[in-house]
């Protein structure tokens, strides 16, 4: 069991002391706390700082902090359990009304914005993601004495695997009583009832899976209980992967390396250097990231996309698409595993083949322009011009940026198509 930081605190302000000073000084220690908190993290100490200032600054109908008030709460409680005043099934109501109002009032405070992960950008424009959440979420629940483990989500209440690219972060609260909750910290989220992990979780590998996979309790399929150390990598592997998708695959490289570093076992992190390493040209390198990805958890369907993206780069047909086949079987929507299938059956002269995967991938995703674009040179190796001036004119007109690959295939085959893609550009 994780506690980490989290702090059990005392009675609130001790009355042998005047009262103001008492609580500046109680004040003064939870900042300190939430402040390590956040460093630990892999914060700065201005963003600690900036983060703690903005959390204690919330104010309840008393006018008092929230946390604060918070604090003394479960404080008060636990020390009334301790001395026979309550019951543990009222502590435990308590615990789970904390990390309720704890819950509502983070999303009160946060716009939810899928583009901010980090906890400097949820302090400077109060717009979070499930990331900033959960990390809002570890670092006040810890403060004020609650028991809280991240947890990193492979596959929600739901069957079926995260779309494709897409990951998921919530948190685990340790009750009194032995039990659990799960705490989906997002605007509409939830909280679960309460539960034996080991009743209802087993072992599979680095995860935990559903034992009663009908799951009546409505909670996460699977998951990978992280600690402090494991949260910050996750931070770390997101911004590894900002990194290569803005191309400076140096700056992804030295993210990914230091979230390895920190937490071996998350498999996003090896990922992640898998693809900064492809893009700097070091295909060897690469495949050995993705095959530690894939040791770590074997559906991990973009590692297997990425990894079939690699063996295409040093020509082993087979083994890329056996990969992308795969990662298909494991989500049959995965559009961009359909093109590359694909470009790799088009790479051996399967034309067909090729285009029914380019098929689907715009089925899957019908903004997918590169499958347009690969199928039409498809189409028109096939001698299909119609079907080939059609898909490059839709390719250009979704991504302006293939306009000269489009206008290449147009020469190459006789197609024709120029005026049509200015007209598309200009529309």
């Known amino acids: ?129 499930c990331l900033s959440f959960t990390q809002v979420f570890y670092v006040t629940g810890c403060a004020i004495g609650l028991v809280v483990r991240p947890i990193n989500v492979l596959e929600l209440d739901t069957k079926g695997p995260l779309p494709a690219g897409a990951g998921h972060t919530a948190c685990l609260v340790d009750l009194s009583d032995a039990s659990t909750i799960t705490v989906n910290v997002v605007p509409n989220g939830f909280i679960s009832r309460s ?87 070091k295909i060897e390198e ?17 590692a297997l996309n990425n990894r079939g993206s690699a063996y295409a780069l040093l020509k082993q047909m087979d083994r890329s698409i056996a990969d992308y086949s795969r990662a298909i079987e494991l989500n049959p929507s995965f559009a961009e595993a359909y093109n590359n299938r694909g470009n790799a059956y088009a790479s051996s002269g399967q034309f067909a083949q090729a285009i029914a995967d380019y098929s689907q991938a715009i089925e899957y995703n019908a903004q997918l322009s590169q499958a347009y674009g690969n199928r039409a040179l498809n189409y028109a190796a096939l001698g299909r011009q119609r079907e080939a001036q059609k898909d490059l004119v839709t390719a250009a007109r979704l991504n302006p940026a293939l306009k000269d690959y489009v206008k290449k295939v147009s020469n190459r085959y006789n197609l024709g198509v120029e005026t049509e893609i200015s007209t598309a550009l200009t529309q």
């Open 1 to 129: 069991m994780m506690v980490g930081l989290c702090v059990f605190w005392g009675q609130g302000c001790n009355n042998s002391l005047r009262e103001s000073d008492s609580c500046l000084l109680e004040s003064k220690s939870l900042s300190n706390e939430i402040e390590t908190v956040v460093v630990n993290l892999g914060y700065t100490q201005q963003t600690a700082e900036g983060f703690s200032a903005m959390v204690l600054g919330w104010r309840n109908v008393s006018n008092k902090s929230f946390i604060s008030a918070l604090g003394s709460e479960l404080a008060e409680a636990r020390q009334n359990r301790q001395q026979d005043r309550i019951s543990e099934s009222r502590l435990v109501g308590i615990e789970r009304d904390i990390a309720e109002r704890l819950v509502s009032e983070i999303c009160r405070r946060f716009q939810s914005d899928d583009r901010f992960f980090d906890l400097a950008d949820a302090v400077r424009l109060h717009k979070a993601q």
């Open 195 to 281: 539960f034996i992990l080991t009743d209802i979780y087993e072992k599979a590998g680095n995860y935990l899976e559903l034992k009663n996979r009908t799951n009546p309790l409505g909670v996460y399929r699977r998951i990978q209980i992280l600690d402090e150390k494991g949260l910050a990598a996750y931070v770390g592997s997101n911004r590894a992967g900002e990194h290569n998708m803005a191309g400076r695959y140096e700056q992804a490289l030295a993210e990914s390396n230091r979230a390895i570093q920190l937490y071996p076992a998350l498999a996003e992190a090896w990922n992640n250097r898998g693809i900064a390493h492809r893009n700097m040209g």
């Open 286 to 302: 690469a495949i050995s990231d993705y095959n530690r990805a894939l040791e770590l958890n074997p559906n991990y369907q973009e």
